[in-house]
């Protein structure tokens, strides 16, 4: 790519219609803990370096608009572009034009297209999402039969790294009680949890039956990924798709 920046592809079979892009935090201009292609407006970063961090995947990517970047707040609201966006954690497109986009620094990013390359989306999926219901609401919104649609789960926090309490295991084992093979027990009466994992059987539970991606953690490694768990005060990535 040019400009130096870092991208991951989904490795899945979708479409040839379907363009999916998954950033990292390598090719930008943002300094110190944004080093280097911050994409958020929200995190303290200077707002010059992220306009010209958007401005340069804008140009590497050839993409058609601006993504649609999201207000979000850890809920189950999803956006249909183009006539809507604000406050939500997913989007979805049904046609060429749009570009759907979630911010993510350890929460998981889930990539949704249909096998026949006419509606795509994302969602942002950290615990408290997943909780909600985003996944299922995000699925609902394509408005297809879930046995159509293909998933990737992209960079997050990963099972070694990702230690919550007694809360978050009741949440999500009382809305699903097989997710309980998804949490371990780890120190100080805590566990550590499967987010991709957990995400995977939320998709499964809705009928999807393609599900690839989910094995990279964003903890793990600081010089390819930023991670919030990790630093605190940190940038953020982003998950983009399209519909050429």
Not at 39 to 61: C, K, M, P, T, Y
Not at 90 to 119: E, K, M
């Amino acid at each position: 790519m040019s400009e130096g920046i870092d991208f991951l592809v989904p490795d899945w079979p979708a479409p040839a219609s379907v363009h999916a892009v998954m950033t990292t935090r390598r090719g930008g201009v943002s300094k110190g803990p944004y080093a280097s292609l911050n994409l958020a407006a929200h995190v303290g970063d200077d707002a010059q370096a992220v306009a010209e961090n958007r401005r340069r995947i804008r140009e590497s990517l050839a993409l058609p608009c601006e993504p649609h970047w999201l207000d979000q707040a850890h809920g189950r609201s999803v956006a249909l572009l183009p006539g809507q966006g604000g406050s939500a954690d997913a989007a979805v497109a049904f046609g060429p034009g749009p570009v759907c986009a979630v911010l993510v620094a350890d929460c998981l990013p889930v990539f949704l297209a249909s096998s026949t390359g006419d509606r795509v989306g994302l969602a942002h999926a950290g615990w408290r999402g997943l909780a909600a219901g985003v996944i299922e609401a995000t699925v609902a919104a394509l408005g297809t039969e879930p046995s159509e649609l293909l998933a990737w789960l992209g960079p997050a926090i990963g099972p070694a790294a990702f230690e919550v309490g007694g809360e978050v295991r009741e949440a999500l084992v009382m809305a699903q009680p097989e997710a309980a093979a998804d949490f371990r027990p780890g120190g100080r009466g805590r566990f550590l949890a499967d987010l991709p994992g957990l995400a995977r059987r939320r998709l499964a539970a809705c009928g999807l039956t393609r599900i690839h991606g989910g094995g990279s953690c964003t903890v793990a490694d600081p010089a390819r990924y930023y991670s919030y768990r990790r630093d605190g005060r940190t940038g953020r990535m982003a998950a983009l798709i399209w519909l050429a």
